[in-house]
């Protein structure tokens, strides 16, 4: 989510720089992280990503301007203190190797004094919020782990003391494909479950648009490019530079993200025998070139699943269907066709550049 108009947000960084050794990693950046927000940077390697996630922990110190967690000033605040109230997860995880998942889980609890009962039931829920069951992982070391496990326990260790803000550095990077997906949608639920804030940092496109409430694509030097929401960045790339990171397969994500609205669709059509004028509108009426039932889609449903109703959607002899109804509220509004899709599309660019 953006942030609501009138809160704090939770993370601003104010005309950020940073060098290293005279070279410019961080030139001037300026950016806010809404509360509960999920804002996740974006960009090609070496343009000040990683370096931009570690100021806002005190991992690195900015040269000049100022980070706010909060209210507060982190440049001024004791490190120690801070990293406790942030998570922090990388893509090697970095387990103690001699630590159990549950001593691993138990970390910040512990430097925070916690005591053991309170600490135990901390680290099974979070075992458990992850999917692994406390029983059977909690006292295992972390080289008995797969890669994909061994990043759920990083991000439960990170999680354990609840801390309001999460930085993310390519936390699912080292993970295979399928399992990359599976954790990407099982750390959203409990992102949203639990409300937290959390700045991520990948290089992958796809990984930012399907994650993020808002992207931010940095370009050298942590230049800002854009800050908008998935679908915007996709359809309306606001620079070259954004036109090319999302240009491969912007189709692709475009019926991902977009959604079938009203202007997208055909009239029903009226074959003069079955219902007449009086079809549309109507709760699953039958009509020639209009078959009603499986094939019926949503009003509002996503572009690509429309795509694979209609490239499957057959008549009872087992011809090919051109045209699908559409249902909203369980009431036909219209059909929906290649042409409709290819409509959707142009209104999602299109409004973009103002022309449409
Ligand atoms: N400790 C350091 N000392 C000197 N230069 C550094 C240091 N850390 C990063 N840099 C340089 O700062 C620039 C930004 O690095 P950073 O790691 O923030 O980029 P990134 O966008 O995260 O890259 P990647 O996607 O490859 O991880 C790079 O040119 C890098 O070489």
New binding site residues.
């Given amino acids: 989510m953006p942030p609501a108009p009138g809160s704090a947000p939770a993370i601003t960084f104010e005309a950020v720089r940073?060098e290293?050794?005279g070279?410019v990693?961080?030139d001037n950046l300026s950016l806010a992280v809404g509360e509960h927000e999920m804002l996740v940077l974006v960009?090609?390697?070496?343009?000040?990503?990683?370096?931009?996630?570690?100021m806002a922990n005190r991992l690195?110190e900015p040269t000049s301007g100022r980070i706010l967690l909060g209210e507060e000033d982190v440049t001024r605040a004791d490190p120690v203190r801070l990293r406790r109230r942030i998570g922090y997860v990388i893509q090697h995880v970095g387990l103690f190797p001699h630590r159990t998942v549950a001593q691993n889980v138990a970390t910040v609890p512990g430097l925070l004094g916690w005591d053991r009962g309170r600490t135990r039931r901390r680290v099974d829920e979070l075992l458990e919020l992850v999917g692994l069951a406390p029983d059977r992982y909690a006292r295992r070391w972390p080289h008995e782990l797969s890669g994909g496990e061994r990043q759920r326990v990083g991000v439960a260790r990170a999680l354990a003391a609840d801390p309001p803000v999460l930085l993310m550095?390519?936390p699912f990077g080292a993970v295979d494909p399928v399992g990359r997906a599976r954790l990407q949608t099982e750390f959203l639920r409990l992102q949203r479950e639990l409300g937290t804030t959390v700045m991520m940092?990948t290089?992958d496109i796809d990984e930012a648009v399907r994650m993020a409430d808002r992207v931010v694509v940095?370009g050298a030097g942590?230049h800002v490019e854009q800050v908008a929401p998935p679908l915007e960045v996709v359809a309306r790339p606001a620079s070259a530079a954004v036109a090319d990171l999302v240009g491969r397969g912007r189709v692709a994500r475009l019926l991902a993200l977009g959604r079938l609205e009203r202007a997208d669709l055909e009239p029903v059509p009226d074959d003069g025998r079955e219902g007449g004028p009086g079809t549309r509108g109507r709760a699953a009426p039958t009509a020639d070139g209009v078959r009603l039932g499986a094939d019926a889609v949503r009003l509002g449903a996503e572009l690509g699943d429309v795509v694979t109703v209609l490239t499957r959607a057959v008549d009872a002899r087992g011809t090919a269907l051109t045209a699908v109804p559409v249902v909203d509220d369980g009431v036909v509004v219209g059909t929906v066709t290649a042409q409709s899709v290819v409509r959707a599309l142009h209104r999602l660019t299109d409004d973009a550049a103002g022309t449409g």
């Fill in positions: 940073k290293y050794a070279s990693a961080v960009g090609p390697s070496g343009c000040g990503k990683s370096t931009t996630l570690r690195v550095d390519e940092v290089h940095l942590a």
